[in-house]
């Protein structure tokens, strides 16, 4: 059997807890700045976590984070 390949790109963008939960960064926040509001550009910023229905596709993409 060859081996399960990650997918690069989720890995670079997703970082798994250590209770299980995967981390990720907001959209939305990169670019075209100046017509979006202060408060929504400061809610905005921090990590958030993947959704529960997402998580399928996380355990797809990253074999090895023991999801």
């Known amino acids: ?13 997703f970082r798994v807890r ?5 981390k990720r960064g907001q959209a939305y926040k990169r670019h075209i700045l100046t017509k979006k509001s202060t408060k ?5 910023r921090g990590a958030v ?14 074999p090895y984070a023991g999801l």
Request: hydrophobic share 40%.
């Open 1 to 13: 059997m060859p081996k399960m390949k990650t997918k690069k790109s989720a890995a670079k963008r």
């Open 18 to 22: 250590a209770g299980g939960s995967v």
């Open 40 to 44: 929504n550009k400061r809610q905005l």
């Open 49 to 62: 976590g993947v959704h529960k229905t997402n998580m399928i596709h996380m355990a797809q993409m990253l």
